[in-house]
DNA sequence: CCCTTATAATAAAACGCTTTCCTACCTCCT
DNA sequence: AGGAGGTAGGAAAGCGTTTTATTATAAGGG
């Protein structure tokens, strides 16, 4: 029922070949002819039957993105979602689609999801979310020779390729402007000890304060779950301390609206009494009050870069390994400002 | 190179018929038999080529979503992204893979994208933002037997099929809600003209009025661009007309912080002063002071509901028109209080 | 003017599955 | 004992493309 190939060379008079050769814009075949078949699939408004070529070229141009999309997710860390508009906008420039690979699947460990799907070569290429790399993950992806990225820098040293912020440098940053705007005592607000975006914040955090010339204490140092309520009563008992900070670094927005909800109740002023500094951007953020200053990183173009270069590897397999570290900009906002 | 059925019917020494029943679950084939066959999958690591298989069975256990996945979208609009993860879940659990379909396409027009999609058959469904649904696209749905679910109901009447949340309710419970704590003139503040979702709930906030017998005054109902600037001033003026409203009933999260932050530059207190509502809930809310009282849906069931509608409409290419709307609930907090 | 080389076009062989017969064999009635 | 009915298994025909030879035709070179 449905029409193929077939109906168009009939159609124009040709061989399925020379059909072929016009949907794929190859050689060797006459402006006159080519014209005469782009007018017949017009007419019959034919479009080549995507598995069918897939299985005869051998690839899907199908792109797989892995990650868990579990209840709340969006709320929780819309940045992840930016990076796969990112990724997604850019495939689709290119011809690619791109497939949700949802980790978050009832009886199945996640590297079993990602060993089936990248043995049925339902995909291309893989983006993943460098949590869920494990070695035997590694070995899966090496052994196959299946292209990837891991979003975010995986934990351990591997050949695998990856993009990720700056999250030193972001750190530095942070650390730099309180400095810079008075600040001599800093708290640093991270999250859970195996998360290696906190702990590369943290490594940042670190060496710029040492650059600095300043000690850092390690009870200013929290490590907290990703529960609002935790980290609100983790700043509480900071600000409590005999001798608080004057400048507190919040790793992500979550920590952000907790500990200012934290100053406010202990009868603080933002900036005047502690100056506060949050990583990463929300729309939201300019309406908030007290606006925070924050250390933000283009997510999107994060995505493009991903799929930029997976795009890249997938042509040309023997491509060493990349790493793209995307750099983070200061947005001056209300929650810092120049001491007296 | 990569290992095909023919491999595993040789080393298991039965025909790749058999095989292909093994795979499939299907009868006629003997306990001991399926046994071996199994053993020397799992041995060889084998998994069946996904476009083969689609070719040869006519499906491909693929389904589309289509939207537009631009840059910061995920921040406006996080729901969206629920829906999506709400999806992904119950299409995974059927053993469906779910990919975007990127109407952001440039030099493209979003019905040439779905167009193309459908054509070439690279899915067996579509799930898409009623957005984009045009009579072209209508014809083009139907034209084609192409199981599909709208996110939204479209604007017009169509025998398409849709899930939406319940906007009419939602306004009636938000209405209902601001009278019975006290409030006697409520204010709207809506989205663009052309956007459904805001004229349902508008709707749905004129007949409860009316049925509460109160006065629904045009100069109360705002209609607002998605710009919390515009938003702000809109508010502004609202709240100094000559007689201002009691009770703000907020259509989204982006205006619920743009009146929040005019009301209180006005020097106003909430809820003494005024009461507001806002629609969907977000983790953060219970942090933000004051905490909204919002009307919430369960976003990610309802991706669920479409995955699974669509999933049936699929096996059963007759069914009829289907919709589903989803209930909204009422979550009590902080700025509303009943009057004394 | 013949021989080589480039170009157009085609036939036919994959690609790796699913599925529809078809055969062989067994069991069960009557 | 003979046919009806059921089960295991296999041969082979697609599914709709791409691609590799292969052939026919035209163009250039000495």
Redesign the pocket.
């Known amino acids: 029922m449905?029409i193929?190939?077939?109906d168009i060379a009939r159609e124009a008079?040709?061989?399925?070949?020379?059909v072929?050769?016009v949907?794929?814009n190859?050689?060797?075949?006459?402006p006159d002819?080519r014209e005469k078949v782009l007018k017949v699939m017009e007419r019959f408004n034919y479009a080549?039957?995507a598995s069918?070529?897939n299985?005869?070229?051998?690839f899907s141009r199908n792109i797989l993105y892995a990650d868990r999309f579990y209840k709340g997710l969006p709320y929780e860390n819309p940045h992840m979602f930016d990076i796969i508009c990112g990724v997604s906008h850019e495939l689709g420039r290119k011809g690619y689609r791109l497939s949700l690979l949802n980790l978050d699947s009832p009886g199945k460990k996640p590297e079993e999801v990602v060993e089936e799907a990248i043995h049925s070569r339902v995909a291309d290429g893989l983006i993943i979310n460098s949590v869920f790399i494990t070695p035997k993950v590694e070995q899966l992806l090496l052994g196959y020779d299946f292209p990837q990225i891991c979003i975010g820098k995986p934990s351990f040293d591997t050949i695998l390729s990856w993009i990720d912020t700056n999250n030193t440098l972001s750190s530095n940053l942070a650390v730099e402007h309180l400095i810079s705007t008075g600040c001599r005592t800093l708290a640093f607000m991270g999250g859970r000890k195996e998360d290696c975006i906190f702990m590369d914040r943290l490594r940042g955090f670190r060496t710029a304060m040492e650059r600095c010339g300043l000690e850092t204490r390690e009870e200013y140092i929290i490590y907290n779950p990703p529960e609002v309520e935790t980290i609100f009563q983790s700043a509480t008992a900071l600000l409590n301390l005999p001798s608080p900070p004057d400048g507190i670094i919040c790793t992500n927005s979550l920590m952000a609206v907790g500990t200012v909800r934290a100053i406010k109740d202990s009868g603080l002023r933002i900036p005047e009494d502690v100056s506060l500094i949050a990583f990463d951007d929300h729309p939201y953020s300019p309406m908030v009050s007290p606006q925070p200053t924050v250390i933000d990183v283009d997510l999107f173009s994060l995505g493009v870069h991903a799929g930029n270069l997976l795009l890249k590897k997938i042509r040309n397999p023997a491509m060493l390994i990349q790493t793209y570290t995307a750099l983070p900009r200061l947005l001056l906002r209300g929650t810092t400002k120049v001491r007296a």
């Open positions: 449905p193929t190939i077939h008079g040709v061989s399925i070949a020379t072929s050769k949907i794929n190859k050689a060797h075949v006459a002819t080549p039957n069918a070529a299985l005869a070229r051998r």
